[in-house]
């Protein structure tokens, strides 16, 4: 029988962050839902490299106390309240988002809390904090992804091109802008702007930004039914798309694998543009909306 070892923590988390960080792009989809759940009503994002070499996410935040942002990269820490950890079924809640990018990267991050004189920056290279200095910044946080993967050669070779890699990203951040159009999100790419939403809280409005022009075509949904709604736009069937890259459907904001299809009696292709988001109380699971949690990377 082989000799059973407990492998290191390092170890640990170099394996749990294959799962959590596939690419830059499953990155700013967890950096940019913590600048969302730290109540941030603007956040910009910006790239080079597609994400590879440095990959920058800004919130104003309420920011961490020095204390709290050395605590974050610690794996399974988070201040999620005994509330949400009961939604663990349903909220795919796991606490180690920034352990494992932390794992994976170097990370250059300034934080400030509301109120505070100063702020912290920390440096860290492969989880470990090599770095804590105190920082004059603005209130919110700001953090700084470089080098991803450079400690784990294997992973990197996955990678595909930065146009790749950077086009992920964009579509990335674009399902958040719409799954929060209550928050102005920016995204800039090798220093070009590629999208700024308004944040004014209309779904139209972040739509608009994203799709452009065409989208005006869309017919509104909203209907409700107790604790439930439905809302969002759809396509008339007439200006359906043969492909289903273009729907986005959101369960209590977060994004569904689910697609959606227009009744039996229209022509084929019955693909349209379809941004429809459901409200369920958070206690129902995707199962009782019909749907399915997309893999963490989704
Ligand atoms: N931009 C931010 N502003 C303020 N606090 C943050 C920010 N990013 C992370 N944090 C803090 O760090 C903690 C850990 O973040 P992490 O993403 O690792 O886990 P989580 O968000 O709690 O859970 P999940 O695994 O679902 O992402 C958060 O709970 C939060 O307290
Ligand atoms: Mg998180």
Redesign the pocket.
């Known amino acids: 029988m082989p000799k059973i070892i407990q492998l290191s923590p390092h170890i640990a988390n170099l394996i749990a962050a294959g799962e959590v960080v596939e690419r830059p792009a499953s990155v700013v989809k ?1 950096l940019l ?3 969302v ?2 109540g941030a009503s603007k956040i910009t994002v910006e790239i080079r490299d597609g994400g590879m070499t440095f990959l920058r996410v800004t ?1 104003n ?4 106390a020095a204390e ?1 942002a050395r605590t ?1 990269f610690l794996r399974h ?4 309240t005994a509330e949400d950890l009961a939604l663990i079924g349903t909220m795919g ?7 494992a990018i932390a794992s994976v990267s170097r990370i250059e991050l300034m ?1 400030k809390t509301a109120g505070a004189i100063s702020g912290v920056s920390l440096m860290l290279e492969a989880g470990q904090i090599i770095e804590e200095t105190e920082a004059g910044c603005p209130e919110g ?1 700001t ?1 700084l992804i470089r080098d991803l993967f450079f400690n784990t050669p294997a992973r990197m070779k996955f990678m595909k091109s930065d146009t790749v890699e950077g086009s992920r990203v964009a579509a990335a951040v674009q399902l958040q802008a719409l799954a929060h159009p209550e928050v102005a999100i920016q995204f800039l790419r090798d220093g070009k702007q590629i999208l700024s939403t308004p944040g004014n809280g209309g779904l139209q409005a972040a739509m608009y930004c994203i799709y452009g022009r065409d989208c005006a075509k869309m017919v509104k949904v909203d209907s409700r039914w107790e604790k439930y709604s439905l809302t969002g736009y759809i396509t008339k069937p007439t200006d359906a798309r043969p492909s289903r890259s273009m729907q986005t459907f959101f369960v209590n904001n977060e994004v569904q694998a689910a697609h959606l299809r227009f009744g039996g009696s229209l022509p084929q292709p019955d693909h349209g543009w379809k941004i429809p988001r459901m409200c369920a109380p958070p206690h129902h699971s995707r199962r009782d909306c019909g749907c399915e949690r997309p893999s963490r990377q989704d």
């Open positions: 967890e839902e913590n600048a759940d730290a919130d935040g309420c920011g961490m709290d974050a820490a988070t201040s999620r809640f796991r606490g180690e988002a920034l352990a934080t946080t953090i």
